[in-house]
């Protein structure tokens, strides 16, 4: 087991564009997590998944932010009309559900929009 | 609604000296407590956690934490730090029941010197 895998480790994008990024859970990992965190700050929750489903999304995920999760296996998060203030770390982690032992974090996807 | 406060946010120690990274946290449910290690441009790693049980917990690298529940507190320990300790270090809650998503706090940065 490689652990969790996120793509891209860092993207650059001009204000206005539309950026995907690909989270890949650890295999037997029924939860997965994305979380936003900008410089200096703890990471804030975003969303989260069990299976496909997708049971709560937090108020600072704005109509420009969509994530999914088909078949339960890997996750995507897409931002549309980028703005300067989505540059941030992008975390996704994943566990088991209703474990107790804590998250398996990905080493995030840094985002910068110029 | 849980929430965390790391109050210092660096903390300069010289090497082979004690540590202390101070967490308190607010929450009117049961919660489960945690540290994350954050090295730069890394995802975070599991130090510790307090599920129940005995209020001293020991982690990963030395490390071990203190639950102490009257005054709402998760506070870090190390007795001999190393330079290799040098990191962001970030105390999380999550609530007993449902979801397990984790709020965070914003983090003390621990610089560790010769």
């Known amino acids: 087991d490689t652990g969790v895998s996120q793509n891209p480790r860092h993207k650059i994008t001009k204000r206005g564009q539309n950026v995907t990024f690909r989270c890949d859970p650890i295999s037997e990992h029924n939860r997965l997590y994305w979380y936003r965190q900008t410089l200096g700050q703890g990471p804030e929750f975003l969303t989260y998944f069990q299976n496909e489903a997708q049971l709560e999304k937090s108020r600072l995920l704005s109509d420009r932010f969509s994530a999914e999760r088909p078949k339960g296996s890997f996750s995507t998060l897409e931002i549309q009309r980028t703005e300067q203030g989505d540059s941030a770390m992008y975390l996704c982690?994943?566990?088991?559900?209703?474990?107790?032992?804590?998250?398996?974090f990905g080493s995030g996807t840094r985002l910068t929009v110029v | 609604a849980q929430s965390v406060t790391q109050l210092d946010s660096q903390v300069p120690v010289f090497e082979e000296a004690p540590v202390e990274l101070r967490c308190n946290y607010s929450s009117s449910v049961s919660v489960y407590l945690f540290w994350y290690v954050q090295y730069p441009n890394q995802g975070l790693q599991l130090l510790l956690k307090y599920l129940s049980g005995s209020t001293l917990v020991k982690g990963i690298n030395g490390f071990e934490a203190e639950f102490n529940k009257s005054q709402t507190s998760f506070h870090l320990r190390k007795p001999s730090v190393h330079i290799s300790d040098t990191a962001e270090y970030f105390c999380a809650v999550s609530a007993t029941g449902g979801g397990n998503k984790l709020t965070f706090g914003t983090g003390t940065q621990l610089k560790v010197e010769l």
């Open positions: 982690a994943s566990s088991l559900a209703a474990t107790t032992s804590g998250y398996t």
